[in-house]
């Protein structure tokens, strides 16, 4: 009786172990950084009143929704059109910190 409760204890370790090294780890995917969703969010912004390549700074901190809320831009062509594509829109992030100010440069070539 003992022998049979080892091996069956021996096959159930084998096939969990088994189960576990072959599951599929969501983690190991990796969410967007940051960039890549402000890239996305701005994707389509017309540049065309820009006179030339411009980096512009967006301060912006997290709500406790995780939505963006812009504080302000230095560029005074595109600071609505960027708080209108920006705020309150959802980022999927956990390396930012609720209410802390964050500063983005953000690169618009003509």
């Known amino acids: 009786m003992n ?17 576990s090294a072959f599951s599929n780890n969501t983690a190991d995917l990796g969410p967007e ?6 890239a996305k969010l701005l994707k389509g912004i017309d540049v065309s009143t820009l ?6 700074y967006v301060d912006f901190m997290i709500n406790e929704k995780s939505q963006i809320i812009v504080l ?3 560029s005074k062509v595109l600071d609505r059109t960027l708080k209108a ?12 910190e609720l209410f802390e100010r964050y500063t983005v440069p953000i690169s618009f070539k003509k």
Do not use: G, H
């Open 3 to 19: 022998i049979r409760k080892s091996w069956l204890f021996s096959f159930l370790l084998v096939a969990f172990l088994a189960t």
């Open 33 to 38: 950084t940051v960039n890549q969703q402000f």
């Open 51 to 56: 006179d030339t390549d411009q980096t512009i």
């Open 72 to 74: 302000s831009t230095n």
């Open 85 to 96: 594509r920006l705020n309150y829109k959802t980022l999927t992030t956990e390396e930012l």
